[in-house]
């Protein structure tokens, strides 16, 4: 798993972290026009205000490219779980018109599969418990194809087994993606670097403006501080594989492992 140096940090602690530096850099950039006011009575004549215009036109171009590659990610995780459902389904399907002891096997398998991918979403959080749960996937991955191989010997004209054996392969690539789209595409941490960054030179500009006309909106500068604290918190979450508000639900998997055991029965 990829981890992002904001992973260590809860969201409540990037939403109020954001906010202090963002409120901090403001006051720097007051204390700043005042201090120029004092020293250059032409520096109201300037070009603060074009600038700081410029600035936050940029800060909100960078927001929604962000926030569109979070919503991107989120959007390819859900599909991916989707995916691999109804591959597992699939092969589930087929495996009943192999011949026994096979396909008890083989089905056997399948729904402890589902089982270990279930458990390895829900406990995310865990770097551990994820890892044991990829780890087993890849036992299943290499028992099923054991099978599948030993099959095909048997059996090298049955069209029954080959169609197995596609929708097998369907399901192990899958693994892979879902490992990818889960846990290592992430908004690179360059960008949130450039994020943050111009949204201090922005809050640097705003204060500075205020110091240099003399008029201090901190209501309005405050709540655009929050505003942007809170995007940057839904941009977290959305990046973040192991999410608190917003999982990725795993209610498809659940239903085929539902529908599996009733197949068993």
Not at 78 to 87: G, H, R, T
Not at 120 to 142: C, F, W
Not at 154 to 182: C, K, Q, Y
Request: proline content about 2%; glycine content about 6%; aromatic content about 6%.
């Amino acid at each position: 798993m990829i981890q992002q140096t904001l992973d260590q940090i809860p969201l409540w602690g990037v939403f109020l972290i954001t906010t202090l530096i963002l409120f901090t850099a403001a006051e720097i950039g007051f204390h700043l026009g005042k201090w120029r006011k004092r020293r250059s009575k032409d520096e109201e004549k300037g070009q603060t205000g074009a600038l700081m215009g410029a600035a936050l036109g940029m800060l909100a171009f960078l927001l929604a490219f962000s926030f569109g590659m979070a919503g991107s990610i989120q959007s390819a995780r859900k599909k991916v779980v989707l995916d691999e459902a109804n591959a597992i389904g699939t092969a589930y399907l087929r495996a009943q018109i192999l011949p026994e002891p096979s396909s008890s096997k083989i089905k056997e398998l399948l729904y402890e599969y589902v089982d270990v991918r279930i458990k390895g979403a829900q406990s995310v959080k865990s770097i551990d418990k994820l890892k044991q749960a990829i780890a087993r996937s890849e036992e299943l991955h290499n028992e099923l194809w054991a099978l599948s191989v030993s099959l095909a010997k048997e059996n090298p004209s049955s069209i029954f087994a080959g169609l197995f054996v596609d929708s097998l392969n369907d399901v192990i690539d899958l693994h892979s993606i879902r490992i990818t789209a889960g846990n290592r595409n992430r908004i690179p941490k360059s960008i949130i670097i450039t994020l943050y960054f111009v949204a201090v030179l922005t809050m640097m500009l705003m204060g500075n403006q205020a110091g240099l006309s003399g008029i201090r909106t901190l209501v309005a500068r405050f709540a655009l501080i929050l505003a942007f604290a809170s995007v940057m918190l839904l941009i977290t979450e959305l990046d973040r594989p192991g999410k608190t508000m917003m999982k990725v639900s795993q209610k498809t998997m659940i239903d085929l492992q539902a529908s599996m055991g009733k197949v068993k029965q």
